[in-house]
């Protein structure tokens, strides 16, 4: 896991156990070690968030800029990852 630059500026990625595409997000951030990103377990509070967010898959992934949530998604989305990346090293 890389450290984050600023708690502001970061990708929170919240998984759950035996989940492939959380395996899949974790590989694409060690090959990308840039990226500040931070990992959480899936609990009640990111599952009610990622309900409002319409996110229905693991691992939930999250991009703060500034602070603020910009972006949510479920799953392994590379070109999402690429966006995110660019976002916060720009």
């Known amino acids: 896991m890389s450290s984050p630059r600023s708690k502001e500026n970061t990708v929170l990625v919240f998984t759950k156990p035996a989940c492939p595409q959380c395996d899949a997000v974790k590989k694409w951030f060690d090959k990308h070690p840039d990226v500040p990103v931070e990992y959480a377990p899936i609990d009640e509070n990111v599952l009610a968030q990622a309900a409002a ?13 500034d ?5 949510a998604h479920g799953g392994f989305n590379r070109l999402r990852l690429m966006e995110y990346r660019k976002a916060l090293l720009s």
Not at 53 to 65: E, G, I, R, T, Y
Not at 67 to 71: K, S, T
């Open 53 to 65: 967010d319409n996110v229905l898959q693991a691992p939930v992934v999250v991009l703060v800029k």
């Open 67 to 71: 602070g603020l949530r910009e972006h």
